[in-house]
Protein backbone atom coordinates (compact mmCIF):
# COMPACT_ATOMS: atom_id res chain seq x y z
CA UNK A 1 0.00 0.00 0.00
CA UNK A 2 3.26 2.57 0.59
CA UNK A 3 5.23 1.23 -1.53
CA UNK A 4 3.82 3.68 -4.65
CA UNK A 5 4.73 6.42 -2.52
CA UNK A 6 7.95 5.60 -0.77
CA UNK A 7 10.17 7.95 -2.06
CA UNK A 8 7.94 10.87 -1.26
CA UNK A 9 7.56 9.63 2.09
CA UNK A 10 11.17 9.25 2.97
CA UNK A 11 12.15 12.28 1.46
CA UNK A 12 9.49 14.22 4.09
CA UNK A 13 11.41 15.04 7.87
CA UNK A 14 8.05 15.80 9.42
CA UNK A 15 4.12 14.87 9.27
CA UNK A 16 1.03 16.24 10.59
CA UNK A 17 -0.75 13.61 12.44
CA UNK A 18 -4.49 13.61 13.62
CA UNK A 19 -6.22 11.23 15.94
CA UNK A 20 -9.86 12.10 17.28
CA UNK A 21 -11.18 11.21 21.26
CA UNK A 22 -14.29 8.85 21.11
CA UNK A 23 -16.61 11.68 20.46
CA UNK A 24 -14.69 12.74 17.27
CA UNK A 25 -13.20 15.48 18.35
CA UNK A 26 -9.51 15.78 15.98
CA UNK A 27 -6.38 16.46 16.95
CA UNK A 28 -3.24 17.10 15.04
CA UNK A 29 0.32 17.66 16.25
CA UNK A 30 3.53 17.65 13.61
CA UNK A 31 5.67 14.47 14.16
CA UNK A 32 8.77 12.77 13.23
CA UNK A 33 8.43 9.44 12.13
CA UNK A 34 9.69 6.24 10.18
CA UNK A 35 8.30 3.77 7.57
CA UNK A 36 9.24 0.25 7.20
CA UNK A 37 7.49 0.12 4.13
CA UNK A 38 4.36 -1.46 6.03
CA UNK A 39 3.68 0.61 9.26
CA UNK A 40 4.56 4.22 9.91
CA UNK A 41 6.29 4.67 13.39
CA UNK A 42 6.21 7.71 15.86
CA UNK A 43 8.50 7.72 18.69
CA UNK A 44 6.83 9.30 22.25
CA UNK A 45 10.11 11.81 22.50
CA UNK A 46 11.73 12.89 25.84
CA UNK A 47 11.36 16.73 24.92
CA UNK A 48 9.82 18.31 27.85
CA UNK A 49 5.99 17.24 28.44
CA UNK A 50 3.21 18.68 30.54
CA UNK A 51 2.16 15.06 31.56
CA UNK A 52 3.34 11.23 31.27
CA UNK A 53 3.52 10.28 27.79
CA UNK A 54 0.82 8.12 28.14
CA UNK A 55 -1.17 10.97 29.30
CA UNK A 56 -0.12 12.79 25.80
CA UNK A 57 -3.78 13.56 24.18
CA UNK A 58 -2.49 11.93 20.83
CA UNK A 59 -1.92 8.60 23.08
CA UNK A 60 -5.46 8.59 25.01
CA UNK A 61 -7.32 9.04 21.44
CA UNK A 62 -5.75 6.59 19.34
CA UNK A 63 -6.52 4.12 22.61
CA UNK A 64 -10.02 5.27 22.44
CA UNK A 65 -10.70 5.65 18.95
CA UNK A 66 -7.62 3.72 16.90
CA UNK A 67 -8.45 5.22 13.73
CA UNK A 68 -5.89 8.35 12.59
CA UNK A 69 -4.29 9.78 9.33
CA UNK A 70 -0.88 11.24 8.91
CA UNK A 71 -0.51 13.64 6.50
CA UNK A 72 3.47 14.16 4.94
CA UNK A 73 3.10 17.21 2.26
CA UNK A 74 6.11 19.71 0.04
CA UNK A 75 5.15 22.97 -0.40
CA UNK A 76 6.44 25.52 -3.12
CA UNK A 77 5.99 28.64 -4.13
CA UNK A 78 5.87 27.27 -7.70
CA UNK A 79 2.78 25.05 -7.25
CA UNK A 80 3.37 23.14 -9.97
CA UNK A 81 5.73 20.96 -7.21
CA UNK A 82 2.86 20.76 -4.40
CA UNK A 83 2.74 17.34 -3.22
CA UNK A 84 1.02 15.27 -0.89
CA UNK A 85 0.26 11.72 0.66
CA UNK A 86 -2.26 11.18 3.04
CA UNK A 87 -2.42 7.78 4.99
CA UNK A 88 -5.11 6.88 7.09
CA UNK A 89 -5.07 3.83 9.12
CA UNK A 90 -5.16 2.05 12.50
CA UNK A 91 -2.91 3.07 15.34
CA UNK A 92 -1.75 1.17 18.20
CA UNK A 93 1.33 1.73 20.84
CA UNK A 94 4.01 -1.13 20.49
CA UNK A 95 5.06 -2.23 24.25
CA UNK A 96 8.97 -2.19 24.90
CA UNK A 97 9.97 -5.75 24.57
CA UNK A 98 7.90 -6.57 21.72
CA UNK A 99 10.22 -7.10 18.56
CA UNK A 100 8.82 -4.93 16.34
CA UNK A 101 9.67 -1.99 19.09
CA UNK A 102 13.29 -2.48 18.74
CA UNK A 103 13.19 -2.51 14.76
CA UNK A 104 11.15 0.95 15.16
CA UNK A 105 13.55 2.42 17.47
CA UNK A 106 16.07 0.91 15.46
CA UNK A 107 14.41 2.83 12.30
CA UNK A 108 13.72 6.11 14.23
CA UNK A 109 17.31 6.87 15.37
CA UNK A 110 18.77 5.98 11.88
CA UNK A 111 16.64 8.28 10.57
CA UNK A 112 16.68 11.43 12.91
CA UNK A 113 20.22 12.18 14.86
CA UNK A 114 18.71 13.80 17.44
CA UNK A 115 17.04 10.20 18.66
CA UNK A 116 20.01 8.69 19.03
CA UNK A 117 20.84 10.46 22.72
CA UNK A 118 17.48 10.58 23.76
CA UNK A 119 16.05 7.42 25.80
CA UNK A 120 12.92 6.50 23.36
CA UNK A 121 13.32 2.83 23.64
CA UNK A 122 11.89 3.48 27.29
CA UNK A 123 8.38 4.28 25.75
CA UNK A 124 6.05 2.73 23.70
CA UNK A 125 5.98 3.68 20.25
CA UNK A 126 3.41 4.48 18.20
CA UNK A 127 2.71 2.44 14.81
CA UNK A 128 -0.23 3.27 12.14
CA UNK A 129 -1.22 0.61 10.46
CA UNK A 130 -1.81 1.94 7.02
CA UNK A 131 -5.90 1.51 5.85
CA UNK A 132 -5.57 3.35 2.84
CA UNK A 133 -3.55 6.30 0.86
CA UNK A 134 -4.16 9.33 -1.29
CA UNK A 135 -1.85 11.03 -3.40
CA UNK A 136 -1.75 14.32 -4.67
CA UNK A 137 0.77 16.54 -6.63
CA UNK A 138 4.38 16.28 -8.25
CA UNK A 139 5.32 13.01 -6.85
CA UNK A 140 2.18 10.88 -7.59
CA UNK A 141 3.25 7.86 -9.29
CA UNK A 142 -0.50 6.50 -10.52
Known amino acids: MLNNHLNFIESQRVGRFA ?4 A ?3 HIIPVCFACDGISIYIA ?4 PKRVAPRQLKRIRNLLE ?6 VLDHYSEDWNELAYVMIRGDAALVEIGDAEHTAAIELLRDRYQQYRTMPIHEQPVIAIRP ?3 VAWGSHNPS
Open 65 to 70: NPNVAL
Open 24 to 26: GIP
Open 44 to 47: LDAK
Open 19 to 22: TADA
Open 131 to 133: TSV
